[in-house]
């Protein structure tokens, strides 16, 4: 889920006129700029330290085992959009149910990890940094991305003014935005903030990147789960946002060896874009 920004403010104005989404280098010029500093300064402290970092371990796990859990999430998937389309159930009920098949498979996946006496500090690398220290290289990552993501978004959208292409908002970000109800407003952020960066980090950084990192090398596994996590996101204009996302992700995972880094980071960037949305509903 990401709030797409620009570094021009008449045309962000005039983005957020025609679609309703915020922008935090319009609407709050002095945040956004805190913001890409302290990222500027986040890049190079990475950049420095690039070669102290300790890397992804080998797991006991490869493409196989993989690919049977890819079969079990489409399948899963698969069903419980039939259920809710048979059920017709209303958005907050959809919600409630995704997060908690996505919340169910993961305890499966720790169940069956547990089966192989393989324990989840062992498989996601949590022994690798101390709590600490991976905590706040995930807020370090999350503030180092914010100044490439604000140069995409302006390429992007200078792209699409040249050819005339409209810029469209995710479905989380138009829920958001267009929630009537504190319910359906509460499941939406505690989805985007604490269920997804949860479990497709899990999925796409905990349990593909090192399968597929095993078999044909690094630079291969992040170009696959990259493209794979913007894909499934569903959302061609923010293709190239999340794709820079996810590789920021891996790099975050390849750094500290600890899956809670990039949980970290990918759960300040969703609670960023969330706090620019509610700011915006109260003063559009």
Same mark, same amino acid.
């Given at each position: ?8 403010a ?14 935090l280098?319009t ?6 700029l ?17 070669r ?6 080998a ?5 196989? =085992?993989?690919? =049977?859990?890819v079969?079990?999430?489409v ?11 048979v ?10 149910l995704?997060?908690?098949t ?20 062992? =498989?996601?690398?949590l ?13 370090a #990552?999350?503030?180092?991305v ?15 003014h ?10 989380l970000v ?29 999925? #796409? ?13 690094? =630079? ?5 789960t ?5 894909v499934?996101? #569903?959302?061609?204009?923010s #293709? ?11 790099l975050a ?11 970290t ?5 969703n ?9 915006y509903?109260?003063?559009?």
């Amino acid at each position: 889920m990401i709030a797409l920004w620009n570094n021009c403010a008449a045309a962000a104005t005039q983005r957020v006129a025609a679609t309703g989404e915020p922008d935090l280098m319009t609407q709050w010029p002095l945040a956004g700029l805190g913001l890409l500093l302290l990222g500027l300064v986040a890049d190079v402290y990475l950049l420095l330290r690039w070669r102290q970092r300790r890397t992804v371990s080998a797991k006991p796990w490869g493409l196989s =085992a993989l690919l =049977a859990a890819v079969g079990i999430c489409v399948a899963v998937f698969l069903s419980v959009g039939i259920i809710g389309l048979v059920l017709c159930l209303r958005l907050t009920a959809t919600l409630i149910l995704l997060a908690s098949t996505e919340v169910l498979l993961l305890a499966v996946l720790l169940f069956c990890l547990r089966l192989e006496n393989i324990s989840w500090q062992e =498989a996601f690398g949590l022994h690798e940094s101390s709590l600490t220290h991976a905590l706040l290289m995930g807020a370090a #990552f999350f503030l180092a991305v914010q100044p490439p993501l604000l140069a995409l978004a302006t390429l992007r959208d200078w792209f699409c003014h040249l050819f005339s292409i409209k810029i469209t908002v995710q479905d989380l970000v138009l829920q958001l935005l267009n929630a009537d109800s504190r319910p359906l407003m509460a499941v939406v952020i505690v989805f985007a903030v604490v269920v997804a960066p949860l479990c497709e980090e899990t999925f #796409f950084r905990g349990l593909a990147y090192p399968a597929i990192k095993q078999r044909w090398g690094a =630079a291969v596994a992040l170009t696959i789960t990259s493209v794979l996590f913007a894909v499934i996101h #569903f959302h061609l204009p923010s #293709f190239p946002l999340l794709l820079a996302l996810a590789v920021a992700l891996a790099l975050a995972y390849e750094y500290t060896g600890s899956l809670l880094t990039p949980i970290t980071m990918h759960a300040l960037f969703n609670l960023l874009n969330v706090v620019a949305i509610l700011l915006y509903r109260a003063n559009p």
